[in-house]
Structure formats: C-alpha cells, structure tokens
C-alpha cells in the first residue's frame, strides 16, 4: 500500500470518527474529552467504566453512541439480587424436544451499558470477567462467542456506601480506561435544564459507522506506529508506580499493555497513525487511577482526584522521550 492510499485511508477513518463525536455531542455537550477516552476505549478494542455521582450524563453517553453505531446495544441494570444467569443466560428444557437450548443473555450484544454494576454482588460481577477478557462465556462446560465488536461500558458511583460493592482488582484490570464526568458548564447545564437538551434530542442522532467500520477501525489502530522509545517510556511510569510508596501496589505489566493500547487509539481519534508523548500523557491518568490503591485509603470519596494528583507528578519526574 503506497503512501498516498494510506494517507485517504487515515483521512477517511478521521472524518468518521469526528462525525461520531459530532452525533454523541448532540445530546451529550460540553464533553469532549470524555467522548474522545469512550471512542478510543472501543476502538482500542478495550473496555469502559465511568465513575461519578448520578444524573451527570453516563447513560445518556453510552445511548447517544449506541444510536450513533449501527451495531447492537444492551443495558443491564445491575441489582444486588441479580444473579449470574440473569446477565449470561441459561440452559431451558424444550418439551418439544426433551432438549435444554441455551437461551442467551444481555451481554450478548455488541455494546453493554452495565449501569451500577458495583450494586450487583461479587459473584454476579465476576460474570463480566471471562466476557470481557476473552469475548466468550462459558455455561455448564459450553463456550459461547460473543458478538464482535464487543464494548462494555460500566457505571458506578463511588459516594453512594449503602447497597453497593467494591470492585475487586480482577473486575477493575478488565477496563482499558476510568473517567469521570463531572458537572457541566453552568452555561450548558441551564439549557439542559430548560429542557432544550432533553431525550427528544435522540431523535437527531444519525447513524455514521456500521460494523465493518467499526471493525476497519479497530484493525487499523494495532498498525499505529510507536517508536521504541515510547515503549521504554510507557515502562518508565509503569515500573514508577511500583516504586511509589503512596501505593499499595505498583500497575501491572497489563497495565502497560493497555496504556500503548489507548495511546495508539487516541493518536487514531487525532487523525494520527504514530503515536507522540502527548498522547500517553493524556491517556496515562485514565489508564491507572483505577488500578492503583493509595495505602491507607478505603477507595471511596475522593480517593480518585487523590491517585490522579499522584500520577501527575510522576508523568512530571519523567523524561518526555
């Protein structure tokens, strides 16, 4: 493929990509990094979980790009009488037949909305791990694929104590990015509260990508070029955490994985096909402030803005290759 094919292709994959954002901003405003890290966690093939109080817009997110998306979409409302079954699916016995067939779940589908997923047990959560690591699930000894592309995006607030669960470790390493979405601009907020960003909005969203789109742009960010260099940076604020004191446990090598991952998708949302410093600086915090635990910290109420100040400065005592 000659340069000039390559380079239509990227413009091609950038314009789509910037129609998508457009489409999700109709009823999601004011936003913009906050789609961009959604954007990238799909198309990086990753999965993720946004963390913030209610009614800040996380349903209203992942609605507006399922609408925008010609693939399928699912919402689970986690519960803490939910069981496992109820996300999965289950084996039903056929009268007809005298046969069980396998009747399937809602996590069959290609884009998951897990909203609240820590009021749901720890039992029930670890439904999502092989899901989401793997894109199969396994039921009495049968294996099952699911739908490609496969995208969860899970919600969860962290101030509400009563009636939810901490994500283990092994739940929390399964998304490629954490965010949080905050408050908007008092500018935007008082037109959204006047109505004129209500649901009806949804209406005007326009589908811009369809599966195979979806999929040429999963396949063309593994081509991303990263130089070596970025490489041994990426390991530089990986093994940095670990030698963090502040820190119960240092990022795993998954971690790292993820984070040059995110950083070619980001560099792909920029109409980029090379990854630059920049781009592992802006994904860095969302990559590890949900995997790193400050010692002495019960992981609730604020810790996070704690662990995003901590890995600022370390991105700050790092040499920018």
Do not use: C, W
């Amino acid at each position: 493929m000659d340069n000039n094919t390559k380079k239509n292709i990227l413009e091609n994959q950038t314009g789509l990509i910037e129609n998508l954002i457009a489409e999700v901003e109709k009823v999601f405003v004011g936003k913009r990094l906050v789609v961009e890290l959604t954007i990238t966690s799909l198309i990086a093939k990753g999965h993720l979980l946004l963390e913030d109080v209610p009614g800040v817009g996380k349903t209203t997110l992942a609605k507006a790009l399922s609408k925008a998306l010609d693939l399928g979409y699912s919402r689970i409302q986690f519960t803490s009488d939910m069981l496992p079954s109820d996300i999965l699916g289950t084996f039903v016995f056929n009268p007809s037949t005298a046969e069980f067939s396998f009747r399937s779940g809602p996590i069959f589908s290609n884009i998951i909305l897990a909203d609240e997923i820590n009021r749901s047990s720890p039992r029930t959560q670890s439904a999502l791990l092989e899901a989401m690591n793997e894109s199969q699930v396994t039921l009495d000894r049968e294996t099952f694929t699911l739908p490609d592309p496969f995208f969860v995006l899970a919600t969860q607030n962290p101030k509400e104590i009563q009636g939810t669960y901490h994500l283990p470790e092994s739940q929390i390493d399964r998304f490629l990015l954490s965010a949080t979405i905050g408050y908007p601009d008092p500018t935007i907020e008082k037109s959204i509260i006047s109505g004129q960003n209500h649901n009806e909005s949804f209406h005007k969203i326009n589908k811009v990508l369809d599966l195979q789109e979806v999929k040429d742009l999963q396949n063309s960010v593994a081509t991303v070029a990263t130089e070596e260099e970025l490489v041994g940076y990426v390991h530089s604020i990986i093994t940095a955490t670990r030698e963090d004191d502040d820190f119960e446990l240092g990022a795993s090598p998954r971690a790292g994985i993820q984070m040059m991952a995110a950083s070619r998708g980001y560099a792909l949302i920029k109409g980029r096909d090379y990854v630059t410093p920049d781009d592992i600086q802006t994904v860095a915090p969302y990559v590890l402030a949900h995997r790193l635990i400050l010692k002495g910290s019960s992981n609730v109420l604020n810790v996070r803005n704690q662990v995003l100040s901590k890995i600022d400065k370390i991105l700050d005592s790092i040499p920018v290759p």
